[in-house]
Structures are given as structure tokens and as C-alpha cells.
């Protein structure tokens, strides 16, 4: 086996976003080990050698998965090859469970520890996995800590190494710590954040940009759309186009949480966005929509009061959660519109997200969750080595 190798598979722009965290630590805690597998711009920059891209294989729902199938099952066999190749120590899978939890059971076959980082989401919604990941899975690091409790009650090896955003969001002056208490701002400030898939993209961007148009009717109003990594600029500008959108729209790639943070009010695609968005202090809209299939199982499956993050961290209402039909333009004005008249309901969301960085943990998550590798593979090696002796 070579002693200086380690598989590591990252899914989604956020997947990439925590994996350039963990692999920054790594190069502290296991200096000299080469890192191989699938990542994103981020990684590929930190030395992680990728053939493809973790876009590739960044799906939403059931049914979208029939999509990108014919080049993930490429991606999956060439994986499979380096890892016979290089024989890694482990293997650190992160997030897109769709895809890891199957490639942990192939490296399970060949002797490769695995080490997931990221949970997937099965205590919202077919709790049955879990017994699959108790097969397929050697060490779970988990960012919640009801994470860690659910896993622990299902006999999986599980660590809570906390949530990396609480190094990567910084702490900003939002503005409406700007604006008097008594009063509404004279132009609206608007984030639009439609998520980082492109079929979540042409799902959500839409509604949110006919929501900006009808709020520009209304009052002076500064539109900002955040780029996601993973979705090309061509997108944006074809469907800000198509919407024909009366005001103007400045795409944004860099700054995006001083820019998040100077905005009055934010639409949110559901997923790791909303807690930028959160720990930024930025009352936010939440939105979600599926595929009409997708949706019919989903209400079957999903297991837990809330779909986003903020509210499930936080336990509760904080955040409006907008889902299918509830996502138009009309309804996301209505909704905006609602809230930039009651300064009293701002400060109260405000005050709600502003127990969401305490909540996720204390500093140093990809720190911590980087000594996790390193001891776990410290104690394979001693067992190793105590089992040859």
C-alpha cells in the first residue's frame, strides 16, 4: 500500500468550499501525502490531482440523477482504476451522498478505509441508509451535533468536528445596523442566491428575478446576483435576458459576502447558502423546487419539520421557507414586500440568526476534522503494524 497517498471525493460547490478547508489542514497534519480523486477549482488549486470536476456529478432530486448518470458512471470507473493503481490509505469522501455512498461500497471491496465528511442527509429522510452506512463506512464527520447523537444511536463511529462556515463567513456590518431604527430604506438592496446546480438555477432564478422587477415597480431597488463556482456566467445572463428584468443586474463572483452583507434582504436557494447568508445576518427568503416526481416522493420520505438548514440549526421559524408553487415572482415580492414594512419582523429574524454562529460550533472545524484523518489513520497503522508483529 502507498504510504503516501489519500483518496478524496468532493460533490457541489460546497463540497469543494469544506474540501479546500480540509485539504489545507491535511497538508499540516500529513505532510508529504498526495491527494487524488474529485474536486472542484478550489481543490485543483490546493494540489488535489482531479481529472474531472466536482460539478460533474452536482444533481438535485430523484429523478435528476438519470441526467448526469452516463458521465458519473465515467468518473466512478476511472476513480476505481487510480485507487487499484495507487492503493491509498483511505479514502475522504465528501457530501453527494448519490455518488460517495455507492463509491464507498466499491473501496469497502478493495480493503480502502473510507471516511466520510459531511453527513448526508438521512436523518431527514430515508433513515433506513444508515444501516448501509454502518457497512460501507469506517469514521463519520458530521457538522451538527444532533448529526453526531443520530449516528452514535445507530452504532456508526462518528466525530463533531463543527461547521467550517464559521471560519469562512466573517463577521461584517450588515446594513441594516445602518439604517434608523424607525425607518425603511429608501432603495431596497436585493441578493438573489439561486444555488449552485444549473436545473436549480433555471428552477428558482425566474421566479427571483420577476420577484425584483415587480419590487422595482414599487421602489428604488438594487438587484446583486451571486455566482456560484459551478455555474457558468452564459446561464446567468441567458435567463436574466430571457426574464427581461427592467432594472439593472450586476453579477457577482468575488466579495460575495460583503455583498450579501450589504443587502436589505436575500432569496436563498435551500442548501449551504442559507447559512452564509445567516451568519452574514441578512434576513433571507428561503425557496425550494422540485421536479413534480421528485416532489411526490420527497413528501413521502422527508422526515423533518424544516428543509433549511438555518431552521434546522436553529430549531426552529426563524427564516420564511417558500417551496413549489409558493416560488413566483408575485409571491417572493409579496413576501419581500411584507417584510420591508414591518421593521419589527426584520428584527426579530435578525435576531434569530444571530445565535446561528454559536450554534454551529466553535472555530477550527477543518482543523479538527483534519486531525480526525490524521489519528484515524495513526491507529490503522498501529493495528497494522501490532497485527504483523
Known sequence: MTAQSLLIVAGEASGDLHGSGLV???AAALPGTELFGLGGERMKGLGVRSRFDSRDIAVMGFTEVAKVLPRGMRIFRSLLAEVQTLRPRA???????GFNLRLAKRLKRLGVPVIYYVSPQVWAWRRGRVRGIARRVDLMLVLFPFEAEFYRDAQVPVIHVGHPLVDEVPELPQIWDRQPPDELPDELHLALLPGSREPEVRALLPAMLDAASILATRSATRVSLIQAPTVSRRLLDELVVRTAI????????????????????????SGTATLEVGLLG?????????????????R??????????????????????LVQGQVTGESLARRVCGLLEDRAAIERMRQGLSALRRALGARGASRRAAAAVAEFLRLRRGAADGGAA
Open 24 to 26: 489545507r489542514e491535511l
Open 91 to 97: 479514502a475522504v469522501l465528501i457530501d453527494a451522498p
Open 246 to 269: 427592467p432594472i439593472p443586474v450586476e453579477i457577482v463572483r468575488r466579495d460575495r459576502f460583503a455583498v450579501i452583507a450589504d443587502s436589505h434582504v436575500a432569496l436563498c436557494a
Open 282 to 298: 441578512t434576513p433571507m427568503l428561503v425557496v425550494y423546487r422540485l421536479g413534480r416526481f421528485t416532489e411526490l416522493l420527497a
Open 300 to 321: 413521502r420520505l422527508v422526515k423533518v419539520a424544516h428543509f433549511s438548514l438555518v431552521n434546522l440549526v436553529l430549531g426552529g421559524d426563524v427564516v420564511p421557507e
